[in-house]
């Protein structure tokens, strides 16, 4: 593949063309659909009255626009990035397709510590983030340390994870039995993994929370590709494996984990993600970059469809997600299949 440098000052990047190109459209489609996100709506608003909303305009329909429509869409750009890091990022360090955080029971857990924050304490939104975070980390950390003596590369990890995944499912289905009825109310419409209703008091603080997560992410690119390569490659580099490869576990525990906490868990675009952006630039590997704008493309367009499909009822954006996810599982693995 041919490559690009892009120079700034002292700073350089070497980008692969192909990578530059999709990067590239990927951000128009991603700007295409948040502004597509801002028209729509139960009374739709052209896209003049959306710049002038966002450039400071009055009006019912700018308030409508700015308060409730672009926090939402933001939300599912961000999250659906997020998503697509902590799934490359599972996928990279297990090298298998289906590593990803809802398969090996990331979400699951991340989901019982939220559920433990709604029906133990009050609830409050501070308390699901850091239920979600702790419940995922801990999830994580069975997981590893189950599969630590076969390695946590390959089949053994995703297979003790799917195991681990279903007993913590046992455990939500249980906690929400148990709850008193409003509680197991919310909880239940909650886990399907909706936008709807999102508002600024409620993204401020996971989109921190993200941001500071990916830029450690980006600032442990270099080393990651180096572990990418292979174990010696790796240590003849100075990378510390081991460390690295914590590092990179707590932030996928993270974004999941944040993700969940304010939009519960919303299923395959870890899964998907990594893959489809894979395959788009053609890499080796499983790419950082390609992941996270694949996973923001698709869930702002799984947001849409889900406001439209049963319009004016709004479906929860997990439940469409399960779907497209699922015929991509089914595909990938009859595309597994047929090499055997």
């Not at 599972?90 to 559920?115: C, H, K, M, W």
């Not at 995922?136 to 599969?147: D, I, K, Q, T």
């Not at 008193?180 to 008091?201: F, M």
């Not at 493309?297 to 497209?324: E, H, K, N, R, Y």
Request: hydrophobic share 60%; charged share 10%; glycine share 12%.
């Amino acid at each position: 593949m041919t490559a690009v440098v892009l120079r700034r000052g002292r700073f350089s990047v070497r980008v692969e063309r192909r990578t530059l190109v999709v990067t590239v459209v990927a951000l128009v489609v991603i700007a295409g659909l948040i502004l597509l996100g801002l028209c729509h709506g139960a009374v739709w608003a052209s896209p003049a009255k959306v710049f002038a909303a966002l450039t400071g305009g009055h009006g019912e329909s700018a308030v409508v626009i700015r308060q409730w429509r672009l926090p939402r869409v933001l939300a599912a750009a961000v999250f659906g990035a997020a998503l697509g890091a902590a799934g490359a990022i599972f996928q990279g360090l297990t090298r298998n397709p289906l590593g990803s955080p809802e398969v090996i029971g990331l979400d699951a857990g991340a989901y019982t510590g939220a559920l433990v924050a709604l029906t133990v304490l009050s609830g409050t939104s501070g308390q699901l983030v850091t239920g979600a975070v702790l419940g995922g980390l801990v999830a994580a950390a069975v997981v590893y340390l189950l599969s630590r003596s076969g390695g946590v590369f390959g089949l053994r990890l995703v297979v003790v994870g799917i195991a681990v995944n279903a007993m913590l499912t046992a455990v939500n289905s249980w906690i929400v039995l148990r709850a008193d009825l409003e509680i197991a109310i919310a909880a239940v419409g909650w886990s399907a993994g909706s936008l709807n209703g999102i508002g600024w008091d409620d993204v401020g603080v996971p989109f921190a929370v993200i941001g500071v997560l990916l830029a450690l992410l980006a600032s442990r690119a270099r080393s990651a590709q180096q572990a990418d390569l292979g174990r010696e490659v790796a240590i003849a580099t100075g990378v510390g494996l081991d460390r690295l490869r914590l590092q990179l576990v707590f932030i996928g525990v993270g974004c999941t984990a944040t993700v969940t906490a304010v939009a519960g868990p919303i299923a395959f675009i870890a899964l998907a993600a990594p893959q489809i952006g894979r395959r788009l630039v053609a890499a080796p590997g499983v790419p950082v970059l390609p992941a996270a704008l694949t996973g923001a493309v698709l869930l702002l367009a799984t947001d849409l469809l889900a406001q439209v499909l049963l319009a004016p009822v709004s479906l929860p954006a997990g439940v469409v997600s399960t779907v497209v996810g699922g015929i991509y599982l089914i595909w990938l693995l009859a595309r597994k299949v047929g090499r055997t």
